[in-house]
């Protein structure tokens, strides 16, 4: 006779996007876990910013909790807790893993730098779609899960859900990263290939906003900030090297009008915001980081990427150039991510995002 399956508590720290389509899938996957994984589960707390917090030991109805933040309302009519604030939330809510979806703080990593860090002191997995806290307390984390012997996970920061980092630490046991190239941002992407369908640099930032892809302040992806930030989370962890966001050289896609897009695609070429990284001796880092427009020719695997889709290429010293593409992710696959990270914690009882 098979065991029972084993029940994980879970606690949502931010339900906008991300946090509403991992409950989503939560549901649409309960069975498949449960049969063929033998994984159950229960939410017992959900924390929004400024649309209520719950906590409920006994679990939440989360069609119910999904179907309030859908009409917009808060949680309160679900709430039974007085918890006031997201560190209150995250002492008192009775879970084994966060996952952690709050708004991104380039400069920072703040506040969810601080609200991980408490997650792991109290003995909490932690899964994060943020790459804040990742680019800026990388090692801190990593060093906190060996301490406590908990795990944190963020296949999601990079490529939304695609096997990033879960291929690198199952894929590529005891090999040595020595570069990587891409196109990391799915935002200028979109931006730069309705640019080349005639819209100008506003037009495009209006549509991908009307998309909820960019932000109202679109500067975290025209400027290159988001590109960076995954560039530095790759270094740091693909090829296990400390890099501050500073030291990534970052131009972003402000300067490229449509005199350019024409005159780039009158030599067959088009322009796309490549995310590098290369081993290069002297340098204080020990890495050449960049993420900057480049002008791409068709034998180039970026030429053909369009609209919101992305690509890695990872070289090794053993097995070359490895490419992995993802094609229009939509939150969804961000949420996959979170799941896929869920289950590995589940596997492993104990692991960090190190390879
Ligand atoms: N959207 C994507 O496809 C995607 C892909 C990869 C990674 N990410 C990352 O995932 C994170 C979430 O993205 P999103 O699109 O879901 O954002 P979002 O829709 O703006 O949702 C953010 C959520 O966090 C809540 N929040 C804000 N400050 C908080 C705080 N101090 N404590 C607790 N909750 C707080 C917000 O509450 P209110 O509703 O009350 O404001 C909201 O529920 C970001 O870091 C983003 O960079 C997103």
Redesign the pocket.
């Known amino acids: 006779m098979n065991s029972p399956p084993q029940e994980h508590h879970l606690a949502l720290?931010?339900?906008?996007?991300?946090?509403?389509?991992f409950a989503r899938l939560l549901l649409e996957k309960e069975n498949t876990l449960r049969e063929e994984k033998g994984v159950a589960f229960r939410v017992t707390g959900i924390?929004?910013?400024?649309?209520?917090?719950v906590i409920d030991p006994a679990g939440i109805d989360l069609e119910k909790a999904l179907s309030l933040?859908q009409s917009g309302d808060?949680l309160d009519p679900i709430s039974t807790s007085k918890t006031k604030?997201?560190r209150d939330?995250i002492q008192e809510c009775p879970a084994d893993v966060l996952f952690?979806?709050?708004?991104?703080n380039y400069q920072t990593g703040q506040?969810?730098l601080d609200?991980l860090r408490a997650a792991l002191q109290r003995g909490m997995h932690v899964i994060?779609?943020?790459?804040?806290p990742v680019v800026h307390g990388y090692r801190e984390l990593v060093d906190l899960t060996r301490n406590r012997g908990r795990s944190f996970l963020f296949e999601?920061?990079v490529m939304?859900g695609a096997p990033v980092f879960s291929m690198a630490r199952c894929g590529l046991p005891a090999a040595e990263v020595t570069g990587i190239r891409g196109i990391l941002n799915?935002t200028t992407n979109l931006i730069l290939t309705r640019m080349e369908q005639g819209q100008s640099q506003e037009e495009a930032v209006a549509y991908a906003q009307s998309m909820?892809?960019a932000e109202t302040d679109p500067s975290g992806d025209l400027d290159g900030w988001?590109a960076a930030v995954k560039t530095a989370i790759l270094v740091n962890v693909l090829m296990k090297t400390p890099l501050k966001l500073t030291d990534v050289d970052r131009t972003g896609i402000r300067e490229i009008n449509q005199k350019e897009i024409k005159e780039a695609a009158e030599k067959n070429k088009r322009w796309k915001l490549v995310c590098s990284a290369q081993r290069q001796e002297g340098r204080k880092s020990g890495v050449l980081a960049q993420v900057q427009p480049r002008l791409v020719e068709p034998s180039s695997p970026f030429y053909h990427l369009s609209g919101t889709s992305a690509l890695l290429q990872v070289e090794s010293d053993v097995l070359g150039t490895l490419t992995l593409q993802e094609e229009e992710?939509?939150?969804m696959?961000?949420a996959y991510?979170f799941l896929a990270d869920f289950l590995n914690v589940v596997k492993n009882g104990t692991s960090s995002g190190q390879l």
Do not use: M, W
Request: proline letters at 9%; charged letters at 15%; hydrophobic letters at 20%.
């Open positions: 720290l931010g339900f906008g996007n991300v946090g509403q389509a924390a929004t910013g400024s649309h209520g917090r933040r808060p604030t997201s939330f952690e979806s709050t708004p991104v506040p969810a609200y994060t779609a943020n790459k804040g999601s920061t939304d799915s909820g892809i988001d992710p939509t939150t696959t961000t991510g």
